[in-house]
């Protein structure tokens, strides 16, 4: 992968950034007065002082000279922005053609994994929109289709289709990995073994798992129309949350009788926390323990920055039943709704474990580092819940983690083995 030029941070950064760049800055600071607001009432709070009208706010003085912080950064934010906006065009322009740095789209996808729910709800330009991408480009079917009129609409393209999904703070070239002189990408690898015509995912992770799943299904639904050769096979390989986009993806598909499900043949879930990740569990548990005393309660905001789409894998949320109408940082038992593996769909499931070998704490406690081999598996004590993978569609990989499920070639040699047209 390719390493950043530590010397030249500022070069990956496009014209277009700055404005979003500038949103965020004024929302850091309103977030660190708001914060600081909130230690200051606390401590003054156990000394029998009473607060402002609102939890957090101080009163007097005090509250006077907040309160003139947060009004001057809201007035100059909204200012820079109004200027910043009418600009934004012409930013556009400079950046017309030149395409994102790989360090530049990391970030990027980072940056969304963590708050690119505030980003939507803040019209911050920073914010990813969900594009199927072909050959590392965004497919836009009005302006292909125009196109089409004098050259081929994507000749190289064939019947077969392997949609490719990334994970929470990732994106779509981070599937392709170099390793000394060798390139690993499992999409490039089934194109080459199986025919497959590989297509990339690129979406805000910070969202709420199911919406998500409700703009793939759209999408989809256009690929199936508009894709230049009939369609034979359309299978999905997913990593992480990726899987749980895919599971969310059919089930609305299915509600709304689109006709894309049809064309489904496979799903490969490459570590898919189907029932939760702990470590978001965890980052919950943060909440309840910086909430237990006036001191540390004002700095439980800087966990509540978490996205909607981190905290939907406390229990691997797919549909909007499963947060709507709750808070989603209050701590509450597994109440998801029941979706089960799609009908007539061939599901396989990859799991890996750091561990040397199966046993309790490995399933439990350890898993790939971020997943447990329980989760990844579909398995569940409630037998409502478990999801019916088939023992020939399971595998487990040792001494793996969970990053390591990208771009290893045991696993490419993996799906090429499922994947092959059975014989007979």
Same mark, same amino acid.
């Given at each position: 992968?390719?390493?950043?030029?530590?010397?030249?941070?500022?070069?990956?950064?496009?014209?277009?950034?700055?404005?979003?760049?500038?949103?965020?800055?004024?929302?850091?600071?309103?977030?660190?007065?708001?914060?600081?607001?909130?230690?200051?009432?606390?401590?003054?709070?156990?000394?029998?002082?009473?607060?402002?009208?609102?939890?957090?706010?101080?009163?007097?003085?005090?509250?006077?000279?907040?309160?003139?912080?947060?009004?001057?950064?809201?007035?100059?934010?909204?200012?820079?922005?109004?200027?910043?906006?009418?600009?934004?065009?012409?930013?556009?322009?400079?950046?017309?053609?030149?395409?994102?740095?790989?360090?530049?789209?990391?970030?990027?996808?980072?940056?969304?994994?963590?708050?690119?729910?505030?980003?939507?709800?803040?019209?911050?330009?920073?914010?990813?929109?969900?594009?199927?991408?072909?050959?590392?480009?965004?497919?836009?079917?009005?302006?292909?289709?125009?196109?089409?009129?004098?050259?081929?609409?994507?000749?190289?393209?064939?019947?077969?289709?392997?949609?490719?999904?990334?994970?929470?703070?990732?994106?779509?070239?981070?599937?392709?990995?170099?390793?000394?002189?060798?390139?690993?990408?499992?999409?490039?690898?089934?194109?080459? =073994?199986?025919?497959?015509? @590989?297509? +990339? #995912?690129?979406?805000?992770?910070? $969202?709420? *798992?199911?919406?998500? !799943?409700?703009? &793939?299904?759209?999408?989809?639904?256009?690929?199936?129309?508009?894709?230049?050769?009939?369609?034979?096979?359309?299978?999905?390989?997913?990593?992480?949350?990726?899987?749980?986009?895919?599971?969310?993806?059919?089930?609305?598909?299915?509600? =709304?009788?689109?006709?894309? @499900?049809? +064309? #489904?043949?496979?799903?490969?879930? $490459?570590? *898919?926390?189907?029932? !939760?990740?702990? &470590?978001?569990?965890?980052?919950?548990?943060?909440?309840?323990?910086?909430?237990?005393?006036?001191?540390?309660?004002?700095?439980?905001?800087?966990?509540?920055?978490?996205?909607?789409?981190?905290?939907?894998?406390?229990?691997?949320?797919?549909?909007?039943?499963?947060?709507?109408?709750?808070?989603?940082?209050?701590?509450?038992?597994?109440?998801?709704?029941?979706?089960?593996?799609?009908?007539?769909?061939?599901?396989?499931?990859?799991?890996?474990?750091?561990?040397?070998?199966?046993?309790?704490?490995?399933?439990?406690?350890?898993?790939?580092?971020?997943?447990?081999?329980?989760?990844?598996?579909?398995?569940?004590?409630?037998?409502?819940?478990?999801?019916?993978?088939?023992?020939?569609?399971?595998?487990?990989?040792?001494?793996?983690?969970?990053?390591?499920?990208?771009?290893?070639?045991?696993?490419?040699?993996?799906?090429?083995?499922?994947?092959?047209?059975?014989?007979?």
């Amino acid at each position: 992968m390719t390493k950043p030029d530590p010397q030249k941070p500022l070069k990956h950064l496009r014209a277009s950034d700055i404005r979003g760049i500038a949103k965020l800055a004024t929302q850091a600071t309103l977030g660190v007065t708001r914060v600081a607001e909130g230690v200051h009432q606390s401590v003054w709070s156990t000394l029998g002082v009473r607060g402002g009208k609102a939890p957090g706010q101080t009163r007097g003085i005090t509250g006077l000279v907040y309160k003139s912080i947060i009004n001057i950064t809201q007035l100059l934010g909204k200012g820079s922005d109004a200027v910043l906006a009418k600009l934004q065009p012409q930013f556009e322009s400079l950046d017309s053609g030149k395409p994102g740095t790989p360090q530049r789209e990391a970030i990027l996808a980072a940056l969304n994994g963590v708050i690119g729910d505030r980003l939507v709800a803040s019209d911050n330009p920073l914010a990813t929109p969900m594009t199927l991408r072909f050959q590392r480009k965004a497919l836009n079917w009005h302006s292909m289709l125009l196109r089409s009129e004098s050259t081929p609409l994507m000749p190289e393209a064939t019947g077969k289709i392997v949609l490719i999904i990334h994970g929470l703070c990732m994106n779509d070239l981070q599937w392709c990995v170099q390793d000394q002189d060798q390139t690993l990408d499992h999409g490039e690898a089934l194109a080459s =073994a199986l025919g497959y015509t @590989p297509v +990339y #995912l690129r979406y805000n992770s910070g $969202l709420h *798992t199911s919406q998500n !799943g409700r703009e &793939l299904s759209a999408q989809l639904e256009q690929l199936i129309t508009h894709w230049p050769t009939p369609i034979e096979d359309l299978t999905v390989v997913a990593h992480s949350m990726g899987g749980l986009l895919t599971r969310s993806a059919v089930h609305y598909a299915n509600q =709304a009788s689109l006709t894309w @499900p049809g +064309y #489904l043949k496979n799903i490969v879930f $490459l570590g *898919t926390p189907h029932h !939760g990740a702990p &470590l978001e569990r965890a980052g919950n548990w943060v909440d309840v323990i910086l909430g237990s005393t006036p001191y540390t309660a004002p700095f439980s905001a800087l966990s509540g920055l978490r996205s909607a789409g981190i905290t939907d894998l406390r229990y691997g949320h797919v549909v909007d039943e499963d947060w709507d109408g709750h808070d989603r940082f209050h701590r509450k038992p597994d109440n998801r709704q029941i979706v089960p593996l799609p009908e007539g769909v061939a599901c396989y499931t990859v799991a890996a474990t750091t561990a040397a070998k199966r046993s309790t704490l490995a399933d439990r406690l350890i898993g790939d580092g971020l997943v447990p081999l329980r989760s990844a598996l579909g398995q569940h004590n409630d037998t409502q819940r478990n999801l019916e993978f088939e023992e020939a569609s399971q595998w487990i990989f040792y001494r793996m983690n969970h990053m390591d499920l990208l771009s290893s070639p045991e696993v490419t040699r993996q799906l090429v083995q499922w994947l092959a047209p059975k014989e007979g």
